[in-house]
């Protein structure tokens, strides 16, 4: 899980990544992964909505979710196909 706006870091393919969201207005979600923006496209789900991209060859997505708690709010996972991806507190390049 990680916040909706600001950058996480990730491994991918073995790699670090730095992924960072950036909200232009309340419609507009920008991901960009080490710098470069993605092309993405938003799609609703039964159980919250996704911001898809391709990362590496591969469909990847963040999906916004209900945890479940109202203190807590939504959540976002990264997931890489079928994987979901948690945050590394701390890569070395």
Not at 11 to 33: F, R
Not at 47 to 57: A, S, V
Not at 59 to 69: H, K, Q, T, V
């Amino acid at each position: 899980m990680f916040s909706l706006v600001g950058s996480e870091k990730f491994m991918i393919s073995s790699k670090p990544a730095e992924i960072v969201i950036s909200c232009k207005d309340i419609e507009t979600m920008d991901v960009y992964v080490d710098g470069e923006k993605m092309d993405t496209h938003g799609e609703f789900t039964d159980t919250g909505t996704e911001t898809c991209f391709t990362l590496d060859g591969y469909a990847a997505c963040i999906r916004a979710e209900s945890s479940g708690n109202r203190h807590k709010g939504l959540v976002h996972v990264l997931v890489i196909g079928n994987t979901v991806l948690e945050p590394v507190p701390e890569v070395i390049t």
